[in-house]
């Protein structure tokens, strides 16, 4: 923890289509600075939060992310055509990886 951060104990809410993490029905009742522990009045799914401040998004790790995601979908779908074109290899493990990349892939 870095000067002025406090670890707060949360549940997800469910708002519509979205949800928003929030602190009502869960308080931290313990813990150190490695450490916490949180009691909750319902069940649902909780974290600890640190950074409680919104956190501004990097260009480079978006730029990053996107060709990240483009040069994998564009391999896997190149692995797809290859176990589908190559009919003298099939084996139970082609099978396997074919449908494994197409699960990746959509």
Do not use: N
């Not at 950074?51 to 994998?72: D, K, N, Q, R």
């Not at 190559?86 to 074919?98: G, K």
Request: aromatic share 10%; hydrophobic share 45%.
């Amino acid at each position: 923890l870095q000067a002025g951060e406090e670890p707060r104990c949360v549940s997800w809410q469910a708002v519509g289509t979205k949800g928003r993490w929030t602190p009502s029905g869960c308080t931290r009742v313990g813990g150190d600075t490695l450490h916490s522990i949180c009691a909750c009045t319902h069940f649902s799914t909780f974290a600890i939060l640190v950074a409680i401040h919104p956190i501004t998004e990097s260009f480079a790790l978006t730029v990053v992310t996107y060709v990240g995601m483009s040069v994998s979908l564009v391999c896997l779908f190149l692995a797809i055509v290859t176990f589908l074109l190559c009919r003298s290899l099939w084996s139970v493990s082609v099978t396997l990886h074919l449908q494994l990349s197409i699960c990746l892939f959509t």
